[in-house]
């Protein structure tokens, strides 16, 4: 009886071991296949920040797509024969090489960068403040209990678009918020990869009875 034990658990282990060989030879074979296709990827469970440099230097000079995925188990034995492979196509240190233009690109002025206010988050309340009290609108810069809230775009040339009460008090009060918004000048556009980009900007405005 004990020895029938000891032959099923090696029978167990060794049926285990011929399946996660096999498993992982499925996933080898697929790395071949993308690879003779000249389609390259690489896989994480996590990755932040998501726009990320190093990956886009990675599509950008070596053709790999980075993918997010639940578990990376299959993937390791994937991943493992795709790196070997294009280490004989770009030589063994293209990821060295991937991660220092990386930090190149990073320095680089306006590389990414969210928008900015003319002045920054001071000048753009001092902006809203003296505009408000001219529309007759009491604000305050603590919470009260009559919050709004305003989204607008930024355009890649830094113009405020498609302003937006998300939230408001009343018909009155609310035109005259956007009218105000609308008023603003041009801010410093965001910036991602070194080009110019719209983003979308939402802020409170605290109204004070």
Same mark, same amino acid.
Request: hydrophobic share 35%; proline share 5%; net charge positive.
């Given at each position: ?10 029978? *167990?282990?060794?049926?285990? !071991? ?16 993308? *690879? +003779? ?10 990755? !932040? ?15 790999? +797509? ?37 930090? $190149?690109?990073? /320095? ?19 902006? !809203? ?11 305050? $810069? ?8 305003? /989204? ?17 008090? +009343? ?11 609308? /008023?603003?000048? +041009?801010?410093?556009?965001?910036? !991602? ?8 900007? $939402?802020?409170?405005? *605290?109204?004070?009875?």
């Amino acid at each position: 009886m004990k020895m029938s034990l000891i032959v099923t658990a090696i029978i *167990f282990q060794t049926s285990n !071991l011929a399946y996660s060989m096999t498993d992982c030879q499925i996933a080898v074979d697929r790395a071949i296949w993308d *690879f +003779n296709k000249s389609e390259y990827f690489f896989h994480s469970v996590e990755f !932040l920040p998501t726009e990320n440099t190093y990956t886009y230097v990675l599509s950008k000079y070596y053709k790999i +797509n980075w993918y997010f995925t639940d578990s990376i188990d299959y993937y390791k034995c994937y991943d493992s024969e795709m790196r070997r492979l294009l280490e004989q196509k770009y030589g063994k240190g293209f990821l060295k090489r991937a991660n220092f233009i990386a930090d $190149s690109l990073s /320095q680089t002025p306006n590389w990414k960068r969210d928008v900015e206010f003319p002045g920054g988050q001071s000048a753009l309340f001092d902006f !809203l403040y003296s505009r408000l009290i001219k529309e007759s609108i009491k604000i305050d $810069s603590k919470p009260t209990p009559t919050r709004m809230y305003i /989204q607008f775009e930024i355009d890649s040339n830094g113009k405020v678009v498609n302003p937006q009460v998300k939230r408001g008090v +009343n018909e009155d009060v609310d035109k005259r918020v956007l009218k105000v918004i609308n /008023q603003m000048p +041009n801010w410093k556009p965001g910036y !991602l990869y070194g080009r110019p980009i719209k983003m979308v900007w $939402s802020m409170p405005i *605290f109204i004070k009875n």
